[in-house]
């Protein structure tokens, strides 16, 4: 047995072999007389390698339990994103109006003024198409009837009375983000007082400043890469599309978070169902013409039609009698009528052979039965019909429910930025200014959509009239223009009277 270093050299007696052991634990000094390591016994060199061993083993258990829990979040987002394609589109509302109600309407401000409170009523009521139909039939020569829709070679091929033209062009401007007017709008007759209209202030009319994961926006004249262009959705900077898309087309954007190495902005073309679809914010209506009462149900953009219809009358049933919840639609239609109610539109409509309107509806509603005028007017009408039929509505795809407060502007931030501005001092004002123009990061979203782009809405205005295509910039009639609430107190003082006539 020899004792070298710390080391127990032996030799063993069964097999001739040198055995080599640790010293047993004994204070080690180290050639310069320093103390080294203590030796360790084989207990503490045993326990420390199970402790080693159960540490491995824990960090495998670890890894694998980690690696399970990727791959079933993994599976989670597949399956939430599986089910967003497959999830239905909401039930929608639609309501169609006459567009012979601005006839009625005193001066050219008063006929915008009406036009303004439909569009007012849709929204409010969160209301997803509006039909302009027309439930007078002949026209005189003073309503004359404008061509509006183009066939391939661009010429007009059928006539609208000039109110419903009017009234649908109105609701459509209205609808329609500020940042994206002057794209699809021409300077028009029809619209020149609709600056001094109240915003609609709906959810999709998004400030540069709001974060928001979708976007409307117009495809720009600007070359992209291969397979992508350019839109503008009312940011500072344009942003990248995934599709190739011809300049002027109205689509709905759906913003990829910004990227840290990109100051690039992108984004995916989306249908414009999908923001409502996805998210449950109201992304305003639809407008269509309809050249008389039948029209209006055949000319259904739902596939299956319109499953509940209901028509609004003094004669119909008594609101209140009908129980809570008992309407439940897929597509839900409410048609109103104009200065002589829905029997005067039936009977101008050469198709419908039935004489009493109760009959073309599923239900025949009076939506206000003690009502202290001899007449409620269609646009006042609207407001009571859409909130005495709020409880009776079912809707069988109701809308996703999503806290939305902290993305889009709040009431209090909806007011016209010039009354405001007036109360705020200069210093304010730059610095609101600086805030106002950078961009805004976009709300991360983890789930970076697939869907493909339904195509777009619109390729332009659908009521233009195509005997009246201006260039952009040029106004439609020299003696026209848009008044903007900021310029109508000039206009008014450099008025030399009070006939209002001189606007027709
Ligand atoms: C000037 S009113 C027409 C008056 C007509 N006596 C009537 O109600 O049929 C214009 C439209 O407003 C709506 N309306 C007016 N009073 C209503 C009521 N009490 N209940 C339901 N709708 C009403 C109807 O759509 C009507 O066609």
């Given at each position: 047995l020899l004792h070298v270093r710390g080391l127990f050299l032996a030799i063993s007696e069964s097999t001739g072999r040198l055995l080599i052991k640790t010293m047993p634990a004994a204070p080690a000094v180290s050639s310069n007389g320093k103390p080294t390591e203590p030796h360790k016994s084989w207990k503490k060199v045993n326990e420390e390698r199970k402790a080693l061993k159960r540490q491995r083993k824990q960090e495998k258990l670890l890894k694998e339990l980690q690696q399970a829990e990727e791959a079933e979040t993994r599976a989670e987002l597949a399956a939430t994103e599986a089910q967003k394609k497959d999830r239905p589109n909401p039930s929608t509302l639609s309501i169609a109006v006459p567009g012979s109600i601005l006839e009625n309407a005193q001066s050219a401000e008063l006929r915008a003024y009406v036009a303004g409170q439909i569009a007012r009523a849709a929204c409010i009521f969160r209301v997803n198409e509006v039909i302009v139909f027309d439930d007078v039939g002949i026209a005189t020569a003073r309503e004359t009837k404008r061509s509006y829709e183009e066939d391939a070679e661009g010429s007009g091929t059928g006539t609208v009375r000039s109110s419903?033209?009017?009234?649908?062009?109105?609701?459509?401007?209205?609808?329609?983000?500020?940042?994206?007017?002057?794209?699809?709008?021409?300077?028009?007759?029809?619209?020149?007082?609709?600056?001094?209209?109240?915003?609609?202030?709906?959810?999709?009319?998004?400030?540069?400043?709001?974060?928001?994961?979708?976007?409307?926006?117009?495809?720009?004249?600007?070359?992209?890469?291969?397979?992508?262009?350019?839109?503008?959705?009312?940011?500072?900077?344009?942003?990248?599309?995934?599709?190739?898309?011809?300049?002027?087309?109205?689509?709905?954007?759906?913003?990829?978070?910004?990227?840290?190495?990109?100051?690039?902005?992108?984004?995916?073309?989306?249908?414009?169902?999908?923001?409502?679809?996805?998210?449950?914010?109201?992304?305003?209506?639809?407008?269509?013409?309809?050249?008389?009462?039948?029209?209006?149900?055949?000319?259904?953009?739902?596939?299956?039609?319109?499953?509940?219809?209901?028509?609004?009358?003094?004669?119909?049933?008594?609101?209140?009698?009908?129980?809570?919840?008992?309407?439940?639609?897929?597509?839900?239609?409410?048609?109103?009528?104009?200065?002589?109610?829905?029997e005067s539109a039936l009977s101008n409509d050469e198709k419908l052979t039935v004489d009493d309107p109760e009959l073309l509806f599923d239900h025949y509603v009076n939506v206000l039965p003690r009502q202290g005028s001899r007449t409620i007017r269609t646009e006042e009408a609207l407001l009571i019909a859409l909130a005495a039929l709020q409880e009776k509505l079912q809707p069988d795809v109701e809308d996703v429910e999503t806290d939305l407060s902290d993305l889009l502007p709040q009431s209090e931030d909806t007011g016209i930025s010039v009354r405001r501005d007036v109360l705020v001092s200069k210093k304010q004002k730059k610095r609101k200014l600086v805030e106002d123009t950078v961009e805004s990061p976009v709300v991360y979203e983890p789930s970076p959509p697939k869907a493909l782009p339904k195509v777009v809405r619109q390729t332009a205005n659908p009521f233009a009239d195509p005997s009246e295509s201006f260039e952009k910039t040029a106004p439609a009639d020299d003696d026209f223009e848009v008044v903007s609430s900021t310029t109508i107190s000039a206009t008014r003082q450099s008025s030399t009277n009070n006939d209002l006539s001189r606007f027709d």
């Open positions: 419903s033209l009017q009234l649908a062009r109105i609701l459509q401007y209205l609808e329609c983000p500020q940042y994206l007017r002057k794209y699809f709008f021409p300077l028009h007759k029809d619209l020149k007082y609709s600056g001094l209209l109240n915003p609609l202030d709906t959810p999709h009319h998004l400030r540069q400043q709001s974060m928001f994961r979708y976007r409307e926006g117009v495809i720009c004249d600007k070359k992209a890469k291969e397979g992508h262009s350019y839109a503008n959705v009312g940011l500072l900077n344009d942003v990248l599309v995934d599709k190739a898309i011809e300049p002027g087309v109205r689509v709905t954007v759906k913003m990829e978070p910004q990227s840290e190495t990109s100051r690039k902005q992108k984004g995916t073309l989306v249908s414009p169902d999908e923001p409502r679809r996805e998210t449950g914010v109201y992304w305003g209506y639809q407008v269509r013409i309809a050249h008389s009462l039948s029209e209006i149900f055949t000319k259904s953009p739902y596939d299956s039609g319109y499953d509940v219809t209901l028509g609004t009358s003094d004669r119909g049933t008594n609101v209140h009698e009908v129980p809570n919840r008992s309407y439940s639609f897929k597509h839900m239609l409410i048609v109103f009528g104009g200065l002589q109610g829905l």
